[in-house]
């Protein structure tokens, strides 16, 4: 089934349209972006290169259908909700397949990434009672009496933004555009230019679920061209963004007053105490560094060993990491290419530097076209790049500690604070540790990671503002809606207990 047949007009030869009112649309520009498989550089599609005019336009769309969608009832946005995640389910082998060509994540992941989002689609709509609401009665205020009611209730924000990156197209889409929907908003997207094509198809399975046209919108074109356009548009009333820091604090300066939900980088440290479970650790570190290449904003990205376990911690990741398949993405190979010759260039970049400055190579260090082999540095210290950058590569640096003190410092020192991992048998000093480290969550004897969906997951510093998860990003989505009852003196009962004056 790896052919999938195209059920609408989403494309004319290799060209992929973009997706507005509920209609496949050319761009005016004339222009394309070429999408090509990372891996043997092969053509997957180009996607339209959208004008500001008509960037301009979808939003108007999405403006201009908020109230029907709005006044849409919770059970059937529901509905169509939970009919989109079995469409999701039914295609995802053919939906997985054209996400690893795009993005060249290994075939089992890019498949699960479907599954994952319709599971996601499926428990939002699950949660229609997060929509309940709540009364007040007005006398716990002094001067105030129960005749003062408030009632509350959640309502949608408007047209939503949904910007998500490279490396879960899909997944970090989908995960946007569910609990937008199911508050109520209207939704325009804007994929990634390194792997869209997957994400366009939202479209197709919105659509067959049942979604009104013009509710759901799909905008394609680089961010460099009208990223600045669109989050700063004054008809844009949430932006929901997964991407680099980078971009993400440039969102947060020129968006205006707009909620936001940025899920950015991160730079997550293992600490390793003498009394780890060394096989727990050593599983959790190299699949937490290595699958998919390192390219997860919750990769481990450097480890804390105390002296008691470095080198035996060292020797066993290695021996671990010299295991992983490298290769072909259609293969199922954890280690393949990185999204582009660019990237590989900045990854290799971070490893000369350390390697210049004293770094201890262990293994790795080797380059064919966009793979770069998994790469092991020891002996890494604070003047070297790959101690504090992201790399968004297969690079793991091992920072030697001499105290949990020192771990938490060098951990806190980083601009990001997106997680944090404790391994060792001591809960009473991982739930110390836990308490000083500065980051959205610590995993204890676990590697970091975003999931299960449900889960807060959040970063502090640049690695996020606000908090995603089912029921958060439903909340982020939506506003309380307040109505106060002032009740009148007549028909009041009579009271039956008196007080006494100093009571
Ligand atoms: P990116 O370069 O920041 O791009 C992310 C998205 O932003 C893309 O759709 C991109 O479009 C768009 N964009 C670019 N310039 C923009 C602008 N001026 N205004 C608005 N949008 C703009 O990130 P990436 O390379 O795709 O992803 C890797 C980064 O994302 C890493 O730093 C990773 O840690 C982070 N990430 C974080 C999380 C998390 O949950 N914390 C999850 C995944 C990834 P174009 O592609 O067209 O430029
Ligand atoms: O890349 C960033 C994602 O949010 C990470 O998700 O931990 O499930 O791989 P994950």
């Given at each position: 089934?790896k052919n999938f047949q195209e059920l609408s007009e989403i494309k004319e030869g290799n060209n992929?349209?973009?997706?507005?009112?509920?209609?496949?649309?050319?761009?005016?520009?004339?222009?394309?972006?070429?999408?090509?498989?990372?891996?043997?550089?092969?053509?997957?599609?180009?996607?339209?290169?959208?004008?500001?005019?008509?960037?301009?336009?979808?939003?108007?769309?999405?403006?201009?259908?908020?109230?029907?969608?709005?006044?849409?009832?919770?059970?059937?946005?529901?509905?169509?909700?939970?009919?989109?995640?079995?469409?999701?389910?039914?295609?995802?082998?053919?939906?997985?397949?054209?996400?690893?060509?795009?993005?060249?994540?290994?075939?089992?992941?890019?498949?699960?990434?479907?599954?994952?989002?319709?599971?996601?689609?499926?428990?939002?709509?699950?949660?229609?009672?997060?929509?309940?609401?709540?009364?007040?009665?007005?006398?716990?205020?002094?001067?105030?009496?129960?005749?003062?009611?408030?009632?509350?209730?959640?309502?949608?924000?408007?047209?939503?933004?949904?910007?998500?990156?490279?490396?879960?197209?899909?997944?970090?889409?989908?995960?946007?555009?569910?609990?937008?929907?199911?508050?109520?908003?209207?939704?325009?997207?804007?994929?990634?230019?390194?792997?869209?094509?997957?994400?366009?198809?939202?479209?197709?399975?919105?659509?067959?679920?049942?979604?009104?046209?013009?509710?759901?919108?799909?905008?394609?074109?680089?961010?460099?061209?009208?990223?600045?356009?669109?989050?700063?548009?004054?008809?844009?009333?949430?932006?929901?963004?997964?991407?680099?820091?980078?971009?993400?604090?440039?969102?947060?300066?020129?968006?205006?007053?707009?909620?936001?939900?940025?899920?950015?980088?991160?730079?997550?440290?293992?600490?390793?105490?003498?009394?780890?479970?060394?096989?727990?650790?050593?599983?959790?570190?190299?699949?937490?560094?290595?699958?998919?290449?390192?390219?997860?904003?919750?990769?481990?990205?450097?480890?804390?060993?105390?002296?008691?376990?470095?080198?035996?911690?060292?020797?066993?990741?290695?021996?671990?990491?010299?295991?992983?398949?490298?290769?072909?993405?259609?293969?199922?190979?954890?280690?393949?290419?990185?999204?582009?010759?660019?990237?590989?260039?900045?990854?290799?970049?971070?490893?000369?530097?350390?390697?210049?400055?004293?770094?201890?190579?262990?293994?790795?260090?080797?380059?064919?076209?966009?793979?770069?082999?998994?790469?092991?540095?020891?002996?890494?210290?604070?003047?070297?790049?790959?101690?504090?950058?992201?790399?968004?590569?297969?690079?793991?640096?091992?920072?030697?500690?001499?105290?949990?003190?020192?771990?938490?410092?060098?951990?806190?020192?980083?601009?990001?604070?997106?997680?944090?991992?404790?391994?060792?048998?001591?809960?009473?000093?991982?739930?110390?540790?836990?308490?000083?480290?500065?980051?959205?969550?610590?995993?204890?004897?676990?590697?970091?990671?975003?999931?299960?969906?449900?889960?807060?997951?959040?970063?502090?510093?640049?690695?996020?503002?606000?908090?995603?998860?089912?029921?958060?990003?439903?909340?982020?989505?939506?506003?309380?809606?307040?109505?106060?009852?002032?009740?009148?003196?007549?028909?009041?009962?009579?009271?039956?207990?008196?007080?006494?004056?100093?009571?």
């Amino acid at each position: 089934m790896k052919n999938f047949q195209e059920l609408s007009e989403i494309k004319e030869g290799n060209n992929y349209k973009y997706y507005s009112n509920g209609k496949w649309q050319t761009s005016l520009s004339g222009k394309t972006i070429p999408v090509h498989n990372p891996y043997n550089k092969e053509l997957v599609g180009n996607i339209q290169a959208c004008t500001k005019e008509e960037v301009d336009e979808i939003i108007n769309i999405a403006h201009e259908n908020i109230e029907c969608w709005k006044d849409t009832p919770l059970h059937k946005r529901a509905e169509i909700l939970s009919k989109a995640a079995n469409l999701m389910v039914k295609w995802s082998e053919p939906l997985g397949y054209l996400l690893m060509k795009e993005i060249g994540k290994p075939i089992n992941s890019a498949i699960s990434e479907i599954v994952r989002t319709a599971d996601i689609f499926k428990a939002t709509a699950d949660s229609r009672t997060l929509f309940s609401g709540e009364t007040i009665l007005g006398d716990a205020f002094e001067g105030y009496t129960k005749e003062k009611i408030s009632m509350t209730y959640r309502v949608p924000l408007g047209v939503v933004l949904c910007i998500s990156p490279f490396n879960y197209p899909f997944n970090l889409a989908g995960s946007k555009i569910a609990p937008a929907l199911m508050a109520g908003n209207s939704v325009v997207l804007k994929p990634p230019s390194p792997g869209p094509l997957t994400a366009l198809h939202f479209g197709i399975i919105l659509e067959k679920a049942g979604l009104p046209p013009g509710v759901f919108n799909i905008i394609t074109g680089r961010g460099s061209e009208i990223g600045d356009y669109l989050v700063s548009h004054h008809m844009i009333d949430m932006i929901s963004f997964t991407g680099s820091s980078e971009i993400g604090e440039n969102i947060a300066k020129i968006a205006g007053m707009k909620p936001l939900l940025l899920e950015l980088g991160g730079k997550d440290a293992a600490i390793v105490i003498d009394d780890a479970d060394l096989n727990v650790t050593v599983k959790a570190i190299v699949t937490g560094a290595f699958s998919f290449s390192g390219q997860r904003c919750t990769a481990v990205k450097r480890v804390l060993p105390m002296p008691g376990i470095a080198d035996k911690l060292i020797e066993k990741v290695t021996e671990e990491t010299l295991k992983l398949k490298i290769g072909d993405p259609a293969n199922d190979n954890t280690i393949g290419p990185l999204i582009n010759s660019e990237q590989c260039g900045y990854v290799q970049g971070l490893i000369d530097d350390a390697l210049e400055k004293g770094a201890r190579l262990i293994c790795g260090n080797k380059r064919k076209e966009n793979i770069i082999w998994p790469t092991i540095l020891d002996n890494v210290t604070d003047d070297m790049r790959i101690a504090w950058e992201e790399p968004f590569g297969p690079v793991l640096p091992f920072i030697r500690i001499k105290s949990a003190e020192e771990a938490i410092e060098i951990s806190n020192k980083s601009k990001y604070g997106l997680q944090g991992m404790i391994f060792t048998e001591n809960i009473d000093l991982a739930f110390n540790i836990a308490q000083e480290l500065d980051v959205g969550t610590v995993q204890i004897n676990g590697k970091s990671a975003r999931g299960p969906d449900h889960f807060p997951f959040l970063g502090t510093k640049s690695s996020g503002l606000g908090t995603q998860g089912i029921k958060y990003a439903l909340e982020a989505m939506s506003r309380p809606k307040v109505v106060v009852m002032n009740l009148s003196e007549r028909g009041k009962l009579v009271k039956k207990c008196s007080f006494t004056e100093d009571y």
